[in-house]
């Protein structure tokens, strides 16, 4: 059974960084697209940023690109999260999402991954 567990969510002040980190336990890691989703109480979760197996393939939300970085080690199973510059409307609920499906493009939807971690919180004071 698949599992993903997030770590690094916290509080911290507008301007300044966070990196969270998300680990997969139960499959082979490096078959997997990799994402970070976020969602705020009320609205969808949406995409923040995309990998693919081996990094060639990344894709940012418009709100992430420029400060926010994606990455993973797949010798540790772990993909990580950099955000840097961060202002209150980064303050959202982040989740990390696996699939393993083959695509054509980077998958942008919730609908399209099978795994996801617990969430983890990120709080940006003004």
């Known amino acids: 059974q698949v599992q993903l567990v997030e770590s690094g969510g916290g509080l911290v002040q507008a301007g300044g960084s966070l990196r969270l980190s998300c680990t997969l336990s139960g499959g082979s890691f490096s078959n997997y697209y990799m994402a970070w989703f976020r969602q705020v109480p009320g609205k969808d979760r949406d995409i923040v940023a995309v990998?693919?197996?081996?990094?060639?393939?990344?894709q940012y939300a418009d709100s992430a690109k420029g400060r926010f970085s994606i990455s993973r080690d797949n010798t540790k199973s772990t993909v990580y999260l950099q955000m840097n510059s961060l202002n209150p409307e980064d303050t959202a609920a982040y989740y990390c999402a696996a699939d393993r499906k083959l695509h054509f493009s980077p998958p942008l939807y919730q609908f399209n991954y099978d795994y996801w971690g617990q969430g983890t919180q990120v709080t940006v004071s003004s």
């Open positions: 990998i693919n197996w081996n990094s060639d393939t990344i």
